[in-house]
């Protein structure tokens, strides 16, 4: 069976079992392209043996966890990440704005919490559900997650979360 034919049943992963090879997630064919396996389990070793092998989690309120590894996959390597000079000249103009702040990890809750109000064209409701702000949090809580934060005259107008292992 090829990666572009889904298996008739997506594996289902209780905590003590290890997350499939990513090699088997549905192929760019299936009605689900990526899609790796579900389960219940959204804990922080769960999370990190996911991000470690480019699996996220996604997932609607009514759904199980679902494990995705779609190919290709955006991976952001810091080590690779080159301040351009156009960048550089935009940074240094706000940092001289005294109504502006670039800050991090100064409100990670309130900026998940944000992130899963914000409207999406062309999509109703949101993937950043309870569940994901909680272990999210956790992992911020272990220093594995942050935010970045944009402040205009003390008001939070921008935000991001990500994970860093």
Known sequence: MSADTPPNHLPWIESHDPLPPVETAWGMDSEAPGLLAAGADLGVNRLLEAYGQGIFPWFNPDQPVLWWSPDPRMVLQIKDFKLHRSLRKTLARYASHPQFELCFDRSFDQV????????????????????IMHAYGELHAQGLAHSVETFYQGQRVGGLYCVNL
């Open 112 to 131: 998940i919490e944000a992130c899963s109000k914000s409207p999406r064209e062309g999509q109703n409701g949101t993937w950043i559900t309870h569940a």
